[in-house]
């Protein structure tokens, strides 16, 4: 799973080796999910302000926790925790760069 799955969400989280912001992964989340994962595309435009960015990583985390895949097939069980990890860690940075709590 990981050498087939791995390459393409380093690509979705990372560009040249940095992590993307919060809002790049969350407007391309779409992208990287399992058919039927219940996450609707959330564009730009939809993540302006620090609250709208807030409801949709709140959204993001009740549709990717890998607590809620356990009985997923192993290639959910990876994406979920891939993107979870990675929206995690963006969500510190945001809440840092825009003085969020």
């Not at 393409?8 to 940095?18: D, K, V, Y």
């Not at 809002?23 to 039927?36: D, F, I, M, Y």
Request: some cysteine; proline content about 4%.
């Amino acid at each position: 799973v990981h050498e087939r799955l791995g390459p393409s969400l380093t690509a979705w989280a990372e560009e040249n080796g940095r992590k993307k912001n919060l809002r790049h992964l969350l407007a391309s989340l779409h992208t990287v999910l399992w058919e039927g994962a219940r996450w609707q595309e959330c564009g730009m435009s939809k993540l302006i302000t620090p609250q709208q960015v807030r409801l949709a990583y709140r959204k993001a985390i009740r549709v990717i926790h890998p607590d809620r895949h356990n009985n997923a097939e192993p290639e959910q069980k990876y994406i979920s925790g891939r993107t979870f990890e990675a929206i995690n860690v963006a969500w510190e940075d945001f809440c840092v760069a825009e003085n969020v709590s």
